[in-house]
């Protein structure tokens, strides 16, 4: 199978200190990519308001997001011993109905967290 042809027109460049590109070559030397294949797939991380994920990323991103509320709330209800099937399928509707919002407040926390790690 050979690759799509794809027609990029445009070229973008810029310039780095040293210190930026050592940093760059750094992030770089932990995958197969060249520094220029990295900065491009930055670019396009940036572009997507999405955190960087595709959109098939992001639906098993919400998917992944629904079960981990699903079960934190599911654990709440029985340790706090007021697990009923009524309750139960609530929570199952809220989740269902609020993907999207549970995938924000996950990602939300998930900058938060990689935010106060770095020096």
């Known amino acids: 199978m050979s690759k799509r042809e794809v027609n990029y027109p445009h070229t973008v460049s810029f310039r780095l200190t040293d210190e930026l590109w050592f940093r760059v070559e750094q992030e770089v030397a932990e995958t ?3 520094a220029h ?5 930055a ?4 572009l997507n308001r ?3 994920l595709s959109k098939s990323e992001r639906i098993l991103f ?5 079960g981990q509320y ?3 709330q599911g654990f709440q209800l029985l340790a706090e011993d007021n697990l009923t099937v009524e309750e139960w399928k609530k929570f199952r509707a809220i989740a ?8 924000e ?8 967290r990689n935010a106060l790690a770095l020096p």
């Not at 294949?37 to 797939?41: A, D, K, P, S």
């Not at 670019?43 to 940036?46: A, D």
């Not at 269902?96 to 995938?103: D, K, L, S, V």
Request: aromatic fraction near 6%; include cysteine.
């Open 70 to 72: 699903l079960i934190t």
């Open 105 to 112: 407040r996950a990602l939300a926390i998930h900058v938060k």
């Open 37 to 41: 294949e990295w900065c491009r797939l």
């Open 62 to 66: 919400e998917q992944f997001a629904r």
């Open 50 to 52: 999405d955190h960087g």
């Open 96 to 103: 269902n109905e609020t993907i999207p919002e549970i995938a």
């Open 43 to 46: 670019v396009l991380e940036r």
């Open 32 to 34: 197969d990519l060249t």
